[in-house]
């Protein structure tokens, strides 16, 4: 049996895409998975999918006895850049930044398209290279390919994480053998046949953490592991606004707990200057600060946390909630659809969550200092949101989807 797993344009999309391809290893190890990714996560997917086997294949000239069935190839796609609430004087007053990113990058975005059909369609036209199924985790880097797929009457199913789908699932649901949903159905879903919820894959080393482990997991970052622990972060490139709000709010946020900070790739030089708080003697911290770029085991960091401040992408979300962990959410109300509103606000109605939307952080971050503070003082809140939003996990997603793959991918070869 022949998988191909499409995932990319974000970490949100590559993580779940990884854990459905560790879970089809496990249960049919000799199972052919080609992975394409769109050019900025291919190192990222190789390095990590490393892990599960050794790849094959015409870019990595690897192979081995071990497991040579798993191969990671670049894919072309374009991204269209579209921005909730975006007006037309924007592009004025927003001057260069917003002509240069949504105009011409939607120019580009339009080429890549035509690119990743041409070539999907190049890679799939032999027969003798087609799947027997394909795994669409979202995205822009699924578009063209999905489309293939129907052309060549490949079934393929896709993954939606947010409460809201995006542009790319839109166009593909209709015409997929399998819609799994991440979120819960609401009133316009139901009845569907081919739509199941089975919640979001998640990387397995996200567990729920007790208080001991806790503890030991804020002395392997440099904490004191007596006192209240707050995680910061805007994902792996960061949210420059959640970084600016700290930048603001830290000095007095030290006064009752220690703090860490993932500012992101992307932004991480312009918070340098925070490392003033971050004091170290022989290798050991003596203050309560530390600052990260991005860290390869953010499993541990977060699961160190007693709040966490985070965006409110989906698999962010299902990882803190399989972690158990009391959460503040700032979602950035700007993106297609405010899916992360939509997100935040269906966890806040169920009081799995406090809510802080970004536009009004910005206006005012004493409202995150606010937020925090209450949440490090008030043990109980923080107990009945870390349950609730672990209630909302479900740890089998990766196991369902794989089965959902496999069926169909057996039943089809």
């Known amino acids: 049996m022949k998988v191909l797993v499409v995932g990319g344009g974000s970490g949100g999309h590559i ?23 769109d050019r900025k996560y291919y190192k990222n997917v ?34 269209f850049h579209r921005y909730s609430g975006l007006t037309l004087s924007n592009y004025f007053s927003d001057g260069a930044k917003t002509l240069r990113d949504v105009t011409f990058g939607n ?26 199924v394909i795994f669409l985790k979202g ?58 919820w089975v919640g979001i894959p998640v990387a397995e080393e996200f567990k729920k953490i007790n208080t001991t482990e806790k503890k ?43 703090v860490g900070l993932v500012a992101g790739r992307k932004h991480y030089e312009e918070m340098v200057d925070l490392k003033k708080y971050e004091e170290w003697d022989k290798a050991k911290l003596q203050s309560n600060f530390r600052l990260w770029n991005f860290s390869p085991v953010m499993h541990e960091l977060l699961g160190a946390a007693d709040v966490v401040v985070s965006r409110a992408g989906a698999t962010t979300i299902a990882e803190l909630a399989i972690l158990s962990k009391a959460v503040i959410l700032v979602p950035y109300e700007k993106l297609p659809g405010d899916h992360q509103s939509r997100n935040a ?33 008030d043990d109980k809140k923080r107990e009945e949101l870390s349950q609730k939003l672990h209630d909302e996990s479900k740890n089998d997603a990766a196991e369902r989807l794989a089965d959902i793959l496999v069926e169909i991918g057996v039943g089809n070869s």
């Open 216 to 258: 030991q997991l804020k002395r392997s970052a440099g904490f004191d592991p007596e006192r209240p622990l707050v995680m910061i972060t805007g994902g792996s490139q960061g949210a420059q606004h959640i970084n600016e709000a700290v930048r603001e709010i830290l000095p007095e946020m030290l006064k009752f707990s220690s």
């Open 345 to 377: 606000e269906r966890l806040e109605r169920d009081g799995a969550a406090v809510v802080v939307p970004d536009s009004k952080m910005v206006e005012d971050p004493k409202l995150l200092f606010e937020a925090v503070k209450t949440l490090v003082k």
């Open 107 to 132: 120019l580009f975005g339009f080429f890549g398209f035509i690119g990743g059909i041409l070539g999907a369609f190049r890679r799939l036209f032999r027969k003798k290279n087609r799947p027997d």
């Open 15 to 37: 993580t779940p895409a990884v854990a459905v391809v560790r879970n089809i290893i496990e249960k049919r190890p000799r199972t052919k998975i080609e992975f394409w990714t």
């Open 139 to 196: 995205g822009f880097v699924g578009l063209p390919v999905g489309i293939v797929a129907r052309w060549f009457r490949i079934p393929y199913v896709i993954h939606e994480s947010d409460a809201v789908a995006g542009l790319a699932n839109r166009i593909l649901m209709k015409h997929a053998k399998v819609v799994a949903m991440g979120s819960p159905f609401d009133d316009g879903i139901k009845g569907r046949e081919n739509w199941i």
């Open 46 to 79: 190789v390095k990590i999918t490393t892990e599960i086997g050794v790849h094959w294949g015409e870019e990595d000239k690897l192979g081995s006895k071990k497991n040579p069935y798993i191969q990671v190839r670049k894919v072309m796609a374009g991204k």
